[in-house]
């Protein structure tokens, strides 16, 4: 069946570093990817989002390049802030289901 | 309305008793969708709605679990002789019409059970 599989955390970075989240996934046919986005204390976000292969989504900084050659979607930002620390949870949607499978999350802190 | 309403946010029971989630969808939305999201894990499908289709309750996790959804709107999940491993944030979450997984879902902030 469908998978996603998150590189596991936590990562801690430091204010600026460059931050990489791996995400790979396995699916039949060709679907959506997102990432999501738990702040503490709040619930998920939708963050950005890719729907065919080469697509790049981008929000706050955050990008993601969906490579259908590698079945990756790597979260990167060139630059992270103290306000980025939290979960992040990358997820594949199903065009024919329409269920969203998630991976396990990524927390992410950072420090000043 | 603006969001995906969820109550209560939290909820504290006693082992053995039934409790009740309740989800209002943004306005529109065909599609609702429960999920589990355990401490520190992902979060793991329970059921879905889209109009008046028979749900996929293929993520349910035993009997002790159902859900109900009036129309296209207000839904409840429901637990019945709650265990202490059902403590968990429930999620729900709506989008326009299945298959519309291109646009994502939006998400309710979540009820928080304990069960003790």
């Known amino acids: 069946g469908d998978s996603v599989t998150q590189m596991e955390g936590p990562v801690t970075l430091s204010e600026e570093a460059f931050l990489t989240i791996n995400c790979t996934y396995t699916?039949?046919?060709?679907?959506?990817l997102f990432w999501y986005v738990q702040y503490p204390g709040e619930g998920l976000q939708l963050l950005l989002k890719?729907?065919?292969?080469?697509d790049k989504g981008s929000n706050k900084g955050f990008e993601a390049t969906y490579r259908k050659e590698t079945t990756s979607f790597h979260l990167e930002k060139g630059s992270v802030q103290v306000s980025d620390s939290a979960v992040y949870f990358c997820?594949?949607?199903?065009?024919?289901?329409?269920?969203?499978?998630f991976g396990q999350g990524t927390t992410l802190q950072v420090k000043p | 309305g603006a969001g995906v309403s969820q109550s209560p946010s939290n909820k504290v029971t006693e082992k053995g008793k039934d409790v009740e989630l309740r989800c209002d969808p943004i306005?529109?939305?065909?599609?609702l969708y429960w999920y589990r999201q355990r401490l520190g894990q992902g979060l793991e499908f329970l059921i879905y709605?889209?109009?008046?289709?028979?749900?996929?309750k293929s993520g349910l996790p035993s009997d002790r679990f159902s859900a109900e959804r009036t129309g296209e709107s207000v839904s409840t999940l429901t637990i019945q002789r709650t265990q202490q491993e059902d403590s968990a944030v429930y999620l729900c979450?709506?989008?326009?019409?299945?298959?519309?997984?291109?646009?994502?879902?939006?998400f309710g902030s979540g009820t928080r059970l304990t069960v003790v």
């Open positions: 979450a709506s989008s326009y019409r299945t298959g519309s997984a291109n646009y994502g879902y939006t």
């Open positions: 699916a039949t046919g060709y679907p959506s």
């Open positions: 890719a729907t065919k292969a080469d």
């Open positions: 997820a594949l949607g199903s065009g024919n289901t329409g269920k969203l499978i």
């Open positions: 306005s529109g939305h065909t599609a």
């Open positions: 709605f889209q109009g008046n289709s028979a749900p996929d």
